[in-house]
């Protein structure tokens, strides 16, 4: 079975573009997480979803961000607009809703925004 | 709140020495508690679990023991690889926020042949 798919796996924009990332869970998975990853701020919980429904979305940092999931087999993360302080490494995981501590990660995105 | 707290790195050994990394947790309740690692370039997998006090999770020569008393988990292994060289997350999971993962800042190990 494949993982957890991301895309693109880098992506280098200029402040004040849009940016659009995708995750592809694994097929069954019924959670969905979205991460960053920073060498200051470390791992961070950005947003996740049970049965593609928002469940808290406290960890994103501000407006600029948005994340959908329209179907269980894809996601989308946007920032909108785009600033150098966004760059960091966007990972997506997936788990079954009852086994969540078990989450399997995507290969992840790096950003850089500049 | 709930929190995790891992030694700072980058612990560095050579090969076949003994791993310890300190995590120490705070939450209410009984939480799990987990060992993630992230290879190089790669996101982060599970690695270990105990879900109790007293459990021993094990997993590719890595063992941790759930510590209530001292609201421990350390990671330990008796004989590193190079292959070992990674960044090892301590989580928790406290069952309230029943899907959400609280994760340490993360601990490097460099082992050098």
């Known amino acids: 079975d494949a993982g957890v798919i991301q895309s693109p796996r880098h992506e280098v924009t200029e402040m004040g573009q849009e940016v659009t990332l995708r995750c592809k869970p694994i097929?069954?998975?019924?959670?969905l997480f979205w991460y960053r990853q920073t060498m200051m701020r470390g791992l961070e919980l950005l947003i996740y979803?049970?049965?593609?429904?928002?469940?808290?979305d406290s960890g994103m940092p501000e407006d600029r961000f948005s994340a959908k999931m329209p179907n269980a087999s894809f996601s989308t993360l946007k920032i909108q607009p785009s600033e150098p302080r966004d760059s960091a490494v966007y990972f997506c995981?997936?788990?079954?809703?009852?086994?969540?501590?078990?989450?399997?990660f995507g290969p992840g995105t790096r950003l850089t925004v500049t | 709140g709930n929190s995790v707290t891992q030694m700072e790195g980058p612990v560095t050994l050579s090969e076949e020495a003994f791993l310890t990394i300190n995590c120490t947790y705070t939450a209410t309740g009984y939480p799990s508690l987990f060992w993630y690692v992230q290879y190089p370039g790669e996101g982060l997998q599970l690695l270990l679990k105990a879900t109790k006090a007293d459990d021993k999770g094990s997993n590719k020569g890595f063992e941790a023991t759930y510590r209530k008393e001292t609201t421990s988990f350390h990671l330990e292994k008796g004989s590193v690889q190079v292959s070992d060289s990674a960044v090892y997350f301590c989580a928790l999971s406290d069952g309230a926020r029943y899907n959400k993962l609280i994760f340490g800042a993360g601990t490097r190990l460099a082992v050098h042949p």
């Open positions: 097929s069954g998975h019924n959670s």
């Open positions: 979803f049970n049965n593609n429904v928002p469940i808290d």
């Open positions: 995981a997936s788990s079954f809703l009852d086994r969540a501590y078990e989450q399997y």
